[in-house]
């Protein structure tokens, strides 16, 4: 289940975890955030370890400025508070491979 981060102190409530997260940030009239939300969701249904989240930047403009998001969609990884990598744009591919990675990463 995807859940949505609407406030910055939730945002860093869950950029402060001890679990890895990846956070979507998005926009409901960016078109290449709708085309990648359907995967997005897909996956996060699919994992076990690995905590899915969107942000969208219109709702929550504190947390989109804290993490120095300049294209949406925007993918970021968190641990403990640190942003640990990133990717822009709507690639399917990309998301499977870094959803794949931390999934394993966090067994």
Known sequence: MVRTISDIQTWNETVDSVRYVLINFTARW???????????????EKTKYLDLIQVDVDQNGEAAEVADIAVMPT??????????EKF???D???????????ETIST
């Open 88 to 90: 822009e744009g709507a």
């Open 75 to 84: 993918f970021q990884i968190w641990k403990d508070g640190l942003m640990i």
């Open 92 to 102: 399917d591919e990309k998301l499977m491979a870094l959803v794949e990675k931390y």
């Open 30 to 44: 960016c078109d290449p955030c709708q085309r990648i939300d359907a995967k997005f969701i897909e996956l996060a």
